[in-house]
């Protein structure tokens, strides 16, 4: 059955920023190839580790003024753990831009743009209840994205006392980020020190797969974020963020088949499938299994009965 | 520097008061709290008599509810910080900014500290708390090195405190969601990792298996000891190769760094452990009241003990200990 109505106000569609090291021209032409997709909002710039500099900001930019006219909303993304001034002072500067609007991964990026700058807070902001919303949204936050643990209920409150003009955006495929460290996981896995890691994230363009001992795939290491090695997909539930009234959806990048997610989740939005062709579609491009736990107020690698016939 | 140790209960607050405690810390009996576990913390009654047994040795207490409330549970953190204020404890550390908001608004005369769950790991991050809620401390995370310590201690506008010694988080605190991906709680939601009702030990032909939420966290064979299956302290397969892909089962331990902690301006050393025994906190309290005075009169010639180590050695998980983060080559 296909419940979507035509004439509500629908969720926009956001693709989130770039969690892995990628070489720099793939880098290019994955969003040379985003540029044409019906995705509304980029974000851009790198949010797990600040040794990867493959792309520096001035690459960055170039990448947002190719989205920008092909007309998406560019947000420039920033650091989630930053610890050295170097990694501060490369903040400050994207902080201070003025020709986009910055996500925040860290209170440092909140505080500097507070009373200044409109800015959006990432999932790894921790947001879990009206007080801090509106705390936030004084100092100028915008758009809030949901922390990925946080459930339906919890969001469904939230977002109804939100305070005005405030957007809301939820995570709603791709492998979930959980963790971050200050230890680098990848170069642990090579014997490496974290400060002569050779950049072994390249090798891997989805993450480094975790397997448990009875061989069963658990996490992702990306550097120094672990991911779930499931991917959280939850497509089966436009009607409930229609109805919700949600704001904006975030696809999170992998190195194949973005694309074709982005149309999956645009065709059923705008009515064009139904959840069964939608869920059909979505399968193979999917690793490592789907789950779904968070959304319902379970475990987070838990998958409903929906998505596992 | 200040010495703050954990109080699970009444008689570990009583051990660490007798053995030379500057500050205690201790919780309520609920989910407001990041050592949510069974038979542990204070209600009430308990807390009230704990404060007075300190209050009357001068030694500090603080309350932690450093656990983010969702608006179903609001309430709950709500009262727990009208309570301790009403008990007259001496600081309040917390983690979520809307009990900060609510705390420091409410009770704008009470100290408040940033919590390790607050996530602070540079002096900017720092500042916003200190900027909105005016706290007056901020416990950093256990993920920098010792000059990264420095630096955050030189930039940041109110003083430091670091953890001395304990179990050891290899994830930035209040940055980590591994334990609700696997059980539905984490020390964010629920004030507790990895938590016990999840956890099984099973008994099979390869070996003694220890599972949370029924992933296998590792496998233990003959002669190998099993600890509790704290999920990033299992043995995993990366590429062929099964390590401790994340951490291994060890203990924090700066003692012999204490006179560089004290250079670099760190203002209270912090003793994790709420959910250890009186025995426990007694002789970590004691080994660290010892060290500290000793550092204190001669930084220069101070040097760790070998029955300090050796003390604190048999008390750690997994009998191992490291320098952690602190020391460089460890990240």
Request: contains cysteine; charged residues 25%; aromatic residues 8%.
């Amino acid at each position: 059955m296909n419940n979507i109505q035509t004439n509500t106000k629908k969720p926009k569609l956001s693709l989130g920023p770039l969690l892995y090291y990628w070489p720099r021209d793939d880098v290019f032409k994955f969003y040379e190839s985003i540029a044409d997709t019906n995705v509304d909002i980029v974000y851009l710039g790198e949010t797990v580790c600040s040794k990867r500099r493959l792309l520096r900001p001035d690459a960055w930019l170039q990448i947002a003024g190719l989205l920008k006219e092909a007309g998406k909303e560019v947000v420039l993304s920033t650091l989630t753990l930053l610890e050295a001034h170097s990694e501060l002072s490369a903040l400050r500067k994207i902080c201070s831009n003025e020709d986009y609007m910055v996500e925040a991964n860290d209170m440092s990026a909140v505080q500097l743009m507070a009373g200044k700058k409109a800015f959006s807070t990432g999932p790894a902001v921790n947001i879990y209840n009206s007080r801090t919303l509106e705390v936030l949204a004084r100092s100028g936050m915008k758009r809030w994205v949901l922390p990925v643990e946080l459930s339906r209920e919890t969001l469904t409150e939230m977002h109804q006392k939100r305070p005005l003009g405030v957007e809301t955006e939820v995570f709603v495929f791709g492998r979930l980020p959980l963790a971050f460290s200050a230890r680098c996981f990848t170069a642990r896995a090579h014997n490496l020190p974290k400060d002569d890691c050779q950049f072994r994230c390249l090798d891997y363009s989805d993450g480094l797969m975790l397997r448990t001992r009875e061989d069963e795939s658990f996490l992702v290491l990306n550097g120094i974020q672990t991911q779930s090695a499931k991917t959280q997909n939850l497509i089966r539930d436009m009607d409930d963020f229609i109805e919700l009234e949600i704001d904006i959806l975030r696809i999170s990048p992998q190195s194949r088949n973005t694309e074709q997610i982005i149309q999956i989740f645009d065709d059923r939005l705008h009515g064009k499938i139904d959840n069964d062709e939608a869920e059909q579609a979505m399968q193979k491009f999917i690793m490592s299994g789907e789950c779904d736990g968070y959304w319902r107020g379970e475990a987070g690698m838990d998958a409903s009965a929906v998505s596992n016939p | 520097m200040e010495l703050v140790c954990p109080a699970g209960n009444l008689p570990s607050l009583k051990a660490a008061v007798d053995n030379g405690a500057s500050a205690v810390y201790m919780g309520f009996k609920d989910d407001t709290n990041a050592r949510h576990f069974a038979g542990l913390n204070f209600d009430d009654r308990r807390a009230q008599e704990g404060i007075q047994y300190a209050h009357d040795r001068g030694c500090k207490v603080f309350v932690a509810i450093n656990t983010f409330p969702q608006p179903s549970g609001w309430s709950r953190w709500q009262r727990s910080v009208d309570h301790a204020a009403d008990m007259g404890v001496d600081a309040m550390i917390l983690a979520d900014i809307g009990v900060m908001d609510y705390a420091s608004h409410r009770w704008p005369e009470l100290r408040l500290h940033l919590s390790v769950q607050g996530s602070a790991t540079n002096a900017e991050a720092i500042n916003f708390y200190h900027q909105n809620f005016g706290i007056q401390r901020v416990v950093l995370p256990r993920v920098l090195s010792l000059k990264q310590v420095k630096q955050v201690a030189q930039d940041s506008p109110v003083p430091i405190e670091v953890f001395g010694f304990g179990s050891l988080c290899v994830m930035v605190e209040g940055r980590c969601m591994l334990s609700s991906y696997v059980t539905g709680r984490s020390p964010n939601t629920f004030g507790a990792c990895s938590p016990a009702n999840a956890v099984s030990w099973n008994e099979t032909p390869d070996g003694l298996e220890t599972r949370l939420n029924n992933i296998l966290i590792d496998r233990h064979g003959e002669g190998e000891s099993a600890g509790y299956p704290t999920l990033c302290k299992g043995r995993f397969n990366v590429e062929g190769n099964t390590y401790y892909a994340i951490e291994e089962p060890t203990s924090l331990n700066t003692l012999e760094l204490l006179p560089e902690l004290q250079a670099v301006g760190v203002d209270a050393i912090k003793i994790e452990g709420r959910q250890r025994s009186p025995a426990y906190v007694a002789q970590v309290t004691k080994v660290w009241r010892d060290a500290i005075d000793l550092c204190e009169k001669d930084p220069e010639n101070f040097h760790s003990q070998a029955d300090w180590m050796a003390a604190l050695e048999k008390v750690s998980e997994g009998s191992q200990t490291t320098l952690g983060a602190y020391h460089r080559p460890w990240q």
